[in-house]
């Protein structure tokens, strides 16, 4: 006959396993839902691979997983041009960022994550860099240039 103990250590077990069984579901479905947000991309469903990753930045709160999300969210947004840039820098590319930075773990995959997010945060701001010269040095650019110092002159003057 069992004790009252061996019964609790018996049932503390059998939840601990259960746990650790719907953590790893929990894990894996999110990680399935992270490569379906990638297939949709891939297959040219835009809309439907950012609603997917916004609904996992929103339902999930595993750092590394948010941050990947976020960066992924930022990227497809600037490739298809659907946001203006400050909103991808600061919903998304910028908070990467910070939650990889967050994430205290020195093993190989963290820390090519979060290179990989430093990355795309500088790509696209060297990316943005690189369109405002472009326009500044346009002729148009060189006009608006000249106007805005004439306005400030007759301003000042």
């Not at 497809?76 to 994430?103: C, F, G, H, Q």
Request: hydrophobic share 35%.
């Amino acid at each position: 006959m069992m004790s009252i103990s061996d019964q609790y250590l018996k049932h503390d077990v059998r939840w601990t396993l259960t746990l650790r069984f719907w953590t790893l579901l929990d894990a894996a479905s999110r990680q399935k839902q992270i490569e379906e947000a990638k297939l949709f991309r891939a297959q040219g469903q835009n809309e439907m691979a950012i609603n997917l990753g916004m609904y996992i930045s929103q339902n999930y709160q595993s750092n590394e997983e948010v941050s990947d999300v976020y960066r992924l969210i930022g990227k497809w947004l600037a490739e298809i041009r659907s946001s203006n840039s400050r909103t991808i820098l600061d919903k998304y590319l910028k908070p990467a960022v910070s939650i990889a930075e967050d994430v205290k773990s020195t093993d190989k995959k963290a820390m090519e994550k979060k290179c990989h997010t430093h990355f795309h945060l500088a790509h696209y701001t060297d990316a943005l860099f690189r369109s405002h010269e472009e326009r500044l040095d346009s002729n148009g650019g060189r006009i608006k240039e000249q106007n805005v110092a004439k306005f400030i002159s007759t301003l000042a003057g």
